[in-house]
């Protein structure tokens, strides 16, 4: 009865809880470049994007991914902009994508800006192996990656502006 028997080489040995540390531990392995804010969070950038790594435990253990597309559209780029979020979220599994409504100057008043998220959650209620975790921060570092891309290829003009202004504060040091 081989159905019911544990197989000694995947069982829950393997299997340890995620923490910040373990996040850490594998950009580390894969040479990643990232940061730690006061609160120990993990945030970087990739592809000129910010993102941050949250361990998320109300019960169980989840790892949120969540990016901000570095482009700001103006408002009247919302309907557009909308249909565009629908149809990925409709035709894909991962990211998440949500559209916020803000405004550039952080003042109160109207919005008269478009901010892009990304999310990529998983939920880990007996742990995960370092394999699984390297392969859902790959798999959330791409499939976010590959959704910036795609709003890229919709938005040229704001995309080439974004790039342009990271390479001036690449060369400035900013």
Known sequence: MG??????????????????????????????????NDNGQIGGFWDG?????????????????RARWNRDLPIDQYGRLLEILNAWSRDKIWPKVYLVLDRTDNQAGDPDNCSVFAEFAVNYPHGLTD???????????????????HLDE????????????QERERESGA
Do not use: M, W
């Open 3 to 36: 159905f019911f028997t544990k197989n000694e080489t995947t069982g829950g040995d393997g299997l340890l809880p995620l923490t910040e540390d373990r996040i850490a531990a594998q950009f580390d392995r894969r040479g990643e470049h990232y940061g730690r």
């Open 49 to 65: 994007h910010l993102y941050f790594f949250y361990v998320l435990s109300d019960g169980l253990k989840a790892l949120q991914v």
């Open 131 to 149: 394999s699984q975790l390297d392969e859902h921060l790959s798999c959330a570092l791409g499939t976010i990656g590959q959704f910036f891309d």
């Open 154 to 165: 919709h938005y040229p003009e704001a995309a080439a502006a974004a790039k342009a202004k």
